[in-house]
């Protein structure tokens, strides 16, 4: 053990130029590390939204943004999944045959416009006049809607009703089925809104 004396104040110099030196470290790279962060700008022009599905029980719907646009994520009930098909013959495009590119991604072009027959993806502004519909997931007569009505969506403004998988009924003002955004499962319970294609 060497006899040297500890020059104290060295010491404490030593001490406080590394705490400075950590602190600075830390200042620079907390604005670095939040550039990898969306901006809200970048947000707005379609950076795409990772959302958590697993606290959403079934029959009930969550609402994200993405470029702007109220994004509904619907986890529906074994019930209204075996509902879609009967609703065929009453839909203005049952099978999301107009304008599929813009409106129904490949892998949605099904009874459920869907990945999973329980969760619905769609951005919910009524393809009339912009408007956003309103919930009418209870089944049964309801004022403005059919006695046989199975659930859907109603928009209020001029009455267009599309079925729970944003399927637009006949004879309605709005010309189209409401709009599957791209998407894709992260896992499970983790969703992206905005892109669909793995790197």
Partial sequence: MSDTPVDTSKRTWLIASGC??????????????STFEPSERAKAAGAAVEVDISGIKPGEKLTVEWRGKPVWIVRRTPEQVAELPKNDAQLADPKSQRKPDELTP?????EGRSIK?????????????GCSPSDRFQPGAQPSLPDDWAGGFLCPCHGSTFDMAGRVYK????PDNLEVPPHMYLSETKL???EDKKA
């Fill in 20 to 33: 400075a030196g950590a602190v600075g470290g830390v200042a620079t790279a907390v604005p670095f590390v």
């Fill in 106 to 110: 490949s892998y949605a072009r099904n």
């Fill in 117 to 129: 027959p329980e969760v619905f993806v769609a951005v919910g502004i009524c393809s009339h006049l």
């Fill in 192 to 194: 992206l809104i905005g």
């Fill in 171 to 174: 004879n309605k003002p709005a």
